[in-house]
């Protein structure tokens, strides 16, 4: 069936550089994506959503990027911190008559060296 | 500030008993959702509800099912849990900006 997939289960990045996570979906009909941090023992925490008609957005360090052609999302995080080591994952949403039906990714988990 | 609320974060029931998970949130959406978390899976979506009394299958409805008696308040029911079902569970609710809430998790192990 349709999914969201992520590329890298996990990926080790050194204090200060930037991440590149990402993501690939097979629904055309999604509008809406977000991606979501969770850390050990929490439930996943919003970070940054775009909308299907926009390319990119940029948050406070974070920019996501959505290349509608290849059916591809990329999460950025400029200067890593350790307080970014967490499991991050993308997620679309599909309006249907049903409505919104929210589907994830498998999550990528970053781990940031000091 | 938006709160969604699980009753219960870890609970060890035994195989065959019948568990309810139950879900608050006070923010009057329609859309609430319960998912289970397994590692490497990620995040799958087991049942969802865009209104009291409706209900909709996710990815991985079997085995469970679900309640929406009042607009607040989302139920995932394991009618005779089996050791499969050892997971954590994650409800959540959507407002209409589509910004998703989620609880803080419900760790279930059945033995």
């Known amino acids: 069936g349709e999914s969201v997939g992520l590329h890298l289960p996990t990926l080790s990045v050194q204090e200060g550089d930037n991440s590149i996570i990402n993501c690939a979906y097979s629904?055309?009909?999604?509008?809406?994506f977000i991606w979501y941090k969770q850390e050990s023992g929490k439930g996943p925490q919003f970070i940054i959503d775009i909308r299907s008609n926009m390319d990119k957005r940029q948050g406070q360090r974070v920019t996501v990027l959505l290349n509608k052609t290849v059916k591809h999302l990329s999460l950025q995080i400029a200067a890593t911190q350790p307080g970014d080591s967490a499991v991050y994952f993308c997620a679309e949403n599909r309006a249907n008559n049903a409505g919104n039906m929210l589907t994830f990714g498998g999550g990528t988990r970053l781990m940031v060296k000091p | 500030d938006v709160k969604v609320t699980q009753s219960s974060r870890y609970l060890v029931k035994r195989t065959g008993e019948k568990v309810f998970l139950e879900c608050v949130q006070d923010?009057?959406?329609?859309?609430m959702f319960w998912y289970r978390q397994d590692p490497g899976l990620g995040l799958r979506l087991i049942y969802f509800?865009?209104?009291?009394?409706?209900?909709e299958k996710g990815d991985i409805p079997e085995g469970y099912s679900v309640s929406r008696e009042k607009k607040e308040r989302f139920s995932l029911i394991l009618e005779s849990a089996s050791t499969n079902q050892t997971s954590m569970y994650l409800c959540?609710?959507?407002?209409?900006?589509?910004?998703?809430?989620f609880g803080e998790g419900s760790w279930l192990t059945v033995v």
């Open positions: 509800s865009y209104d009291v009394k409706m209900k």
């Open positions: 959540a609710s959507l407002n209409r900006g589509n910004t998703i809430y």
């Open positions: 629904n055309s009909a999604s509008d809406y």
């Open positions: 923010m009057d959406h329609e859309n």
